[in-house]
Antibody, heavy 120, light 107 residues
Framework: EVQLVETGGDLIQPGGSLRLSCAASGFTVSNNHMSWVRQAPGKGLEWVSVIYSGGSTYYADSVKGRFTISRDNSKNTLYLQMNSLRAEDTAVYYC??????????????WGQGTLVTVSS | DIQMTQSPSTLSASVGDRVTFTCRASQSVRSWLAWYQQKPGKAPKLLIYDASNLESGVPSRFSGSGSGTEFTLTISSLQPDDFATYYCQQYNSYSRTFGQGTKVEIK
């Protein structure tokens, strides 16, 4: 069964750092394109970052220079390192596999999400 | 960035109703549009990709249509399990933007 499980969400002060993890099962992370998508409380969905199977990475303008996406092939796990966190980064963070058979691709499946709260 | 606008924001309907909602793009996204269903406290679930292709396992009462800048998602006969929020997502640009969602409520 294809599954994604995120961990690492926490309450963190503004300016702090946090690393999220997304453990995959049923498929190989390094052979797929993977993304992080976030959802602020009561709000819609926002794409955050993507890492392609070849290793290229891209970010939304809102997190560029502060967040870093990476993966550990030996652990079949995706990561999101978040630095210089701001209140507006408060959200549930989902990891998802990207299917790009057309365009830049849609997301399927999704993990259950992990909550990051940035507050003093 | 391509902006995605969904209407209505909220839709009240009854079990058995045929419901249709719309997603409009600020510029053409060809047919590169997906629809997701999200229930409270849960992750989004893919329903439709490439504007009209039904994801495996999704009931056939769901259908999508459109191309360019205007797209629709139709539920032919609303079921109790369908009360949720629905999001469209374009993947014509790398920003992969989502609409703000349409919440389907019980009338």
């Amino acid at each position: 069964e294809v599954q994604l499980v995120e961990t690492g969400g926490d309450l963190i002060q503004p300016g702090g750092s946090l690393r999220l993890s997304c453990a995959a099962s049923g498929f190989t992370v390094s052979n797929n394109h993977m993304s992080w998508v976030r959802q602020a409380p009561g709000k819609g969905l926002e794409w955050v970052s993507v890492i392609y199977s070849g290793g290229s990475t891209y970010y939304a303008d809102s997190v560029k220079g502060r967040f870093t996406i990476s993966r550990d092939n030996s652990k079949n796990t995706l990561y999101l390192q978040m630095n210089s966190l701001r209140a507006e980064d408060t959200a549930v963070y989902y990891c998802a596999r990207v299917y790009d058979s057309s365009g830049y691709g849609w997301f399927d499946p999704w993990g259950q999400g992990t909550l990051v709260t940035v507050s003093s | 960035d391509i902006q995605m606008t969904q209407s209505p924001s909220t839709l009240s309907a009854s079990v058995g109703d045929r419901v249709t909602f719309t997603c409009r793009a600020s510029q053409s996204v060809r047919s590169w549009l997906a629809w997701y269903q999200q229930k409270p406290g849960k992750a989004p679930k893919l329903l439709i990709y490439d504007a009209s292709n039904l994801e495996s396992g999704v009931p056939s009462r769901f259908s999508g249509s459109g191309s360019g800048t205007e797209f629709t998602l139709t539920i032919s006969s609303l079921q109790p399990d369908d009360f949720a929020t629905y999001y469209c997502q374009q993947y014509n640009s790398y920003s992969r933007t989502f609409g703000q969602g349409t919440k389907v409520e019980i009338k």
